[in-house]
């Protein structure tokens, strides 16, 4: 049966302690042990420090934010993607790495497999033939330095840009 604090009360009468349960409730159930074993107690467990909670929330929604912010990808043109991409590698750095050659040519390692593949730039965009394997298709191109992106799935294709290594 449910309790009196259990109910919720129409929003133009609530309090900024109502108001944070509906928002933050299932936060301070979820992670109320965790509060009050690190040494936060409360006589009510819904009621645990508000404040300190809706300070947790912000901080966590800063850092990720700031995460996104300081990576600044950029969308490269096919003349820009050209210029970047002919000579190199992209890569995890450890699982798979793709070498794009001046003549189209696409050399794929891939956990001790090589293959080879075609890869050419239309519309602004990166497109791969993987031949026989996985993953091919076109990309739009997102880079921040050495970090790359290849956008047309969720979530997008993931590496770095370098001098390719010796195999």
């Keep these: 049966m449910p309790q009196e604090r ?21 936060i301070v159930k979820t992670y109320g042990t965790i509060f009050q074993t690190a040494g ?6 819904l009621r645990v420090r508000p404040g300190l909670i809706a300070l947790l929330v912000l901080c966590s929604f800063t850092v990720a934010s700031g995460v996104s912010a300081e990576e600044n990808f950029k969308r490269l043109t096919g003349q820009q993607i050209r210029a970047k991409f002919v000579g190199m590698e992209l890569t995890d750095e450890s699982h798979w ?4 050659e001046r003549d189209g040519t696409l050399r794929l390692y891939s956990m001790g497999h090589k293959s080879v593949g075609k890869w050419r730039i239309q519309k602004d965009q990166l497109c791969l033939d993987r031949g026989n394997e996985p993953g091919g298709g076109c990309f739009d ?17 993931e590496g770095v840009l370098k001098k390719p290594t010796d195999r």
């Design 97 to 100: 790495g793709d070498v794009f």
């Design 141 to 157: 191109v997102w880079i921040s330095g050495k970090k790359v992106e290849l956008r047309n799935q969720f979530p997008p294709l």
């Design 6 to 26: 259990d109910k919720i009360e129409p929003i133009e009468n609530e309090s900024k302690i109502g108001l944070f349960e509906r928002c933050f409730g299932s």
């Design 40 to 45: 936060f107690r409360a006589a009510e467990p």
